[in-house]
Nanobody, 116 residues
């Protein structure tokens, strides 16, 4: 599997970002996919996940109402729109299948830094 995340950056509180993840090596359209994040000194946590079949999605409480996960199965690409960003959203964001195996391969992630 290959996971290539992009779209992060340095933004101010209240700004928006759209993250992308291009996936190869799996039957992307059949897989539940998730966005995860890891802040400095903290464990990786789930942000949101989306089903492959009907694109229904679930969000962590800390992004509910501020994030939208979506996918383009024709492009093997997963997206995460983040709005009204907060300093506490600062983290490296990763995509992977959901749930991610304890032995899962992780890409390099994309850094999101939100200044106050």
């Amino acid at each position: 599997v290959q996971l290539v995340e992009s779209g992060g950056g340095l933004v101010q509180a209240g700004d928006s970002l759209r993250l992308s993840c291009v996936v190869s090596g799996i039957a992307f359209g059949l897989e539940r996919m998730g966005w995860y994040r890891q802040a400095p000194g903290k464990q990786r946590e789930l942000v949101a996940y989306i089903f492959g079949s009907d694109s229904s999605a679930t969000y962590a409480d800390f992004v509910k109402g501020r994030a939208t996960i979506s996918r383009d199965n024709a492009k093997n690409t997963l997206y995460l729109q983040l709005d009204t960003l907060r300093p506490e959203d600062t983290a490296i964001y990763y995509c992977n299948t959901y749930p991610a195996s304890p032995f899962a391969y992780w890409g390099q992630g994309t850094q999101v830094t939100v200044s106050s």
